[in-house]
Nanobody, 128 residues
Framework: QVPLEEYGGRLVQVGESLKLSCTADDRTFSSLIIGWFRQTPGREREFVAALSWSGDSTLYADSFKGRFTVSRDIVKNTAFLEMNDLKPEDTAVYFC?????????????????????WGQGTQVTVSS
């Protein structure tokens, strides 16, 4: 198990930006694929974006392209999800998740069940 932990969720206003962090006190974190998901009550976890261990490869769900950006700082053992122009419908619990293999097909990187390691989630609330 690799215990992941998210930071940075809070209440923001419409149009603001927010940057979430994901880290782990574990050496394997730097070799993990990091996925970001979000969930609202009564709904399944929704894929947001994924990032390879090197940061060279990224994948975004279409609805977040151009507005959300994933990155990582290998030295600091931290991954980030930067969210811009936030909307009330972005209100959710945001999770980071980890897995060991980046698959060449996008479908292999977007399923929540493909990620064995998870954080507890951080609440983002966008107020109008």
């Amino acid at each position: 198990q690799v215990p992941l932990e998210e930071y940075g969720g809070r209440l923001v206003q419409v149009g603001e930006s927010l940057k979430l962090s994901c880290t782990a006190d574990d050496r394997t974190f730097s070799s993990l694929i990091i996925g970001w998901f979000r969930q609202t009550p009564g709904r399944e976890r929704e894929f947001v974006a994924a990032l390879s261990w090197s940061g060279d490869s990224t994948l975004y769900a279409d609805s977040f392209k151009g507005r959300f950006t994933v990155s990582r700082d290998i030295v600091k053992n931290t991954a980030f999800l930067e969210m811009n122009d936030l909307k009330p419908e972005d209100t959710a619990v945001y999770f980071c998740a980890g897995k060991k293999i980046w698959t060449m097909y996008d479908s292999g990187n977007i399923g929540a069940d493909q990620y064995p390691y998870w954080g507890q989630g951080t609440q983002v609330t966008v107020s109008s």
